[in-house]
């Protein structure tokens, strides 16, 4: 799991404006791993405090956050995280 945050890390200093996820699958569920580049003005820890459709536990900062989930389709994250920060 260290090799994969570092990856994100790395990815969202190397392009300052994208949204990095990470999600890989674990013992009752999965692990993620969702960071905002320094250009983004959207609260990802706010979209985890909100979002209910992904079971998902865990935290952070406003560009940084990670924890546990109960879906590991992308395309269910992609979608939920384009209605959150559309709306």
């Not at 674990?26 to 959207?42: P, T």
């Not at 079971?55 to 995280?81: A, C, P």
Request: contains cysteine; charged residues 25%; hydrophobic residues 40%.
């Amino acid at each position: 799991m260290e090799v994969a945050s570092a990856s994100v890390s790395r990815k969202i200093k190397e392009m300052d404006t994208s949204l990095c996820l990470f999600i890989t699958s674990a013992d009752g569920g999965s692990q993620f791993f969702l960071g905002a580049g320094e250009s983004v003005s959207l609260d990802v820890a706010a979209f985890v405090r909100n979002n209910k459709i992904l079971g998902i536990r865990g935290g952070g900062r406003k560009d940084w956050v990670s924890g546990r989930t109960q879906k590991d389709n992308l395309d269910l994250w992609v979608k939920e995280l384009q209605l959150y920060f559309e709306a």
